[in-house]
C-alpha cells in the first residue's frame, strides 16, 4: 500500500553554546549511515561527530565517519536516548567549548536507525554542510521499501510495480514492497509542473526488488527544459 505523503520533517537544529563533558554510551543495536550525494569536490570527505545528551556534548570521544557520496556509509553507533549530534571538520583542542554554528541535529529516543542527508551549506563558517535525519527504524522505513523524497518543484506520478505513486513537491512517499517476490519490476514515472500541459516522460526503467534491502530514491531538480532526476540508493544489512 501507499503510505499518505507529508511535508519534510527532517530535522535540522542548530544549538546554542555548550562546555564540558556529558559521558554517552553507544548501543550498538542503535545505528546511524550517512549520505553526501552531490557533493562538490572541495566538500569535506569526513567528519568527527560529537554527541550531546542534555547540554553538553562528550568532547572526549568523537566518532570519525566518511561522507559518503553515492551509498550510504557504514553504521556507526549511537548513544540510547534523546541526543544531538554536533559536525566538525577536526577534533575539538583540550578546553575548546563546542561551536554554536557547528552543523547539528537531533535524534529522538524511539529511533532505532537513522539516515543521515548531507547537502553543501557555503554560508557556515564551522563546516560548510547542512544535515538532515530520516527515521529509518525497522516499524518505520523498513526492510522491501522504497522512501521517495521529492526535493523538486514537479509532481511525480506512475506506476512503480504494482504500485501507484503519486509524488508531491516538497514531500515523502513510502512505498510498501513493489513486487509480491525477488525479481525484477517496471517502473514507469511522468513529472507534472502546475497544469497537466506542462506533463513529460520521466523514467521507463527496471528495478529489483529485493525483501531484506531498504531504497531511498530522491527526486532532484534539474534545470529547463527538464524537469527532474532520480537517484536510487540501495540501504543493505542495516
Known sequence: MICNSSRFNLKVAFFGALSIFAIVSAHADRVARILYYGAPKSAPKTSFVYTAQGEDYNRRDPQEVVLERHNFSKSFDLADGEIRLGFLPQRLPK????????????????????????????????????VQALDASDTVFGPGELLFINYSEASIFGMVGDKKLILKPQTTVLLSEPAKEKGSYRVKLDSVK?????????????????????????????????????????????
Request: hydrophobic share 45%; net charge positive.
Open 194 to 238: 502546475d497544469t497537466i500541459e506542462t506533463r513529460q516522460w520521466l523514467l521507463r526503467q527496471s528495478w529489483r526488488h529485493e525483501p531484506e534491502v531498504r531504497r531511498v530514491v530522491f527526486v532532484f531538480p534539474l534545470p529547463e527544459p527538464r524537469v527532474a532526476k532520480l537517484y536510487t540508493a540501495p540501504i543493505r544489512n542495516f
Open 95 to 130: 578546553r575548546a567549548v563546542f561551536p554554536d554554528a557547528a552543523p547539528s541535529l537531533s535524534i529522538p529516543a524511539s529511533w532505532s536507525k537513522v539516515l543521515i542527508l548531507v547537502f553543501e551549506d557555503p554560508n557556515n563558517p564551522i563546516m560548510p554542510i547542512r
